[in-house]
């Protein structure tokens, strides 16, 4: 079984009221979700959207998720350099996330990363997009 997943996290401020955005393509049905992440920064932001993501296919899955082939797309390089091996983590915080998210890749057969450009991560991104709008809705009526 082959799953696409795309993930965008993003803060406005860096760090700021943040969010992440979840794409999944998976026997033709696409499930998209959006979360509000509170204070973050970009990079929290991102790895926390793909931790959500992958939680999201697994549970989408159940039982069958270690048969599963998840293609990642996201469109942070950093983040996808990092979980290929070519970048170190340097960052405490980021290291955390690093590790929760290698620790859930062994759900699955295979999990490869790709970046990708931000216009081709559009529905995620949107996902993004639309919690922080509403999230700035909630903040100017109270």
Known sequence: ???KLYTDGGARGNPGPAAAGV?????KKEYVYGFYLGERTNNQAEY??????LKSVADLLKEGAFRAKVSVFMDSELIVRQLNG???VKDQLLQKHFSQVKSLIKEFAMVE???IPRKLNKTADSAVNKVLDIQDGIKTIN
């Open 1 to 3: 079984m082959e799953v």
């Open 23 to 27: 794409n999944i393509i998976l026997d």
């Open 48 to 53: 926390l959207a793909l931790e959500l993501g």
């Open 86 to 88: 070519e970048y170190k």
């Open 113 to 115: 990363f790709t970046h």
